[in-house]
């Protein structure tokens, strides 16, 4: 119910704000709604601006999400050692020292979010916390800190927000040709949610792919921080473990482990299988 409620309460405070910048634009750059230009500046404002602030938001939106208590002030010897290694790790990175926490769950996860790689956050598990050795957790956190080095949350940000302009965008052109001599507002919009969910999935095969190509430099990026076998063990004690990821919304493609899908177009990790062999140089 907690991430319901914060998903219908961002998703409105986004609106609200995208409406007003849209109404403040429009005028400044001498569109309407009506042609195609000011069409297009409205799937931009839209796609673009509510990927955006969702990533501006994703700090603060993942820890309540989930729960996560971030450690200020390490309480024992576990969270003092999530500190030290992140904070090591970062340094090997070159990035900035990013917030970490720990979040109450038996699944063994992971994830990093943030707006930028200089003020990030890395969370885990209590599950990973308790099932996992030194070396594996230590590995998980380097394919995390990788990701907030890579710059992989802005990166997928503006291919998410670039394809929403154009499914936006398309799919209301498309409604329009269609519905040409039609007056029915009714069929319109419901032609428009029509190719806008067709759009959606091609467009959602684009950013998943870019998602498990990412996967493949994270664990590499692990591999470099804690060691290649280290992080080869610690994808074999998920592949053993058999529970897909518990996160949920942006924070899936995140996490160490992604969730099973019908069709391997649609996976945001790669099957632990084929990471493991990557570090293996199979």
Not at 258 to 282: D, T, V
Request: charged share 15%.
């Amino acid at each position: 119910m907690k991430r319901v409620f914060l998903f219908v309460a961002t998703n409105l405070a986004i609106l609200l704000v995208l409406g007003i910048v849209l109404s403040i634009l429009m005028p400044v750059l001498g569109v309407d709604s009506s042609s195609n230009a000011g069409l297009l500046v409205m799937c931009a404002v839209f796609g673009m601006g509510g990927s955006f602030i969702s990533l501006w938001m994703a700090k603060w939106i993942a820890k309540r999400s989930v729960g996560a208590h971030v450690i200020e002030s390490p309480r024992n010897r576990d969270e003092q050692w999530l500190i030290d290694t992140v904070r090591r790790q970062a340094e090997s990175a070159g990035i900035g020292m990013p917030e970490v926490a720990i979040y109450d769950s038996p699944e063994i996860n992971a994830f990093a979010t943030g707006a930028n790689r200089n003020n990030a956050l890395v969370a885990v598990s209590s599950g990973l916390l308790r099932q996992m050795t030194a070396d594996e957790a230590e590995a998980v956190l380097g394919h995390e800190i990788s990701h907030v080095a890579n710059g992989d949350m802005v990166t997928l940000t503006l291919i998410q927000g670039v394809l929403n302009t154009f499914v936006y965008f398309f799919a209301r052109v498309v409604a329009q040709m269609i519905n040409r001599g039609n007056n029915n507002a009714f069929v319109y919009i419901m032609t428009v949610m029509a190719f806008q969910a067709i759009f959606g999935v091609l467009a959602s095969i684009i950013v998943m792919a870019f998602s498990r190509y990412r996967e493949f430099k994270a664990d590499a990026g692990g591999a470099n921080l804690a060691g290649r076998q280290k992080m080869i063990a610690a994808l074999q004690r998920l592949q053993a473990n058999k529970a897909g990821s518990q996160l949920e919304g942006q924070l899936t493609a995140f996490g160490i482990s992604g969730k099973p899908a019908m069709a391997g177009l649609f996976m945001s990790h790669p099957p632990l299988a084929r990471r493991i062999e990557s570090l293996q140089g199979k």
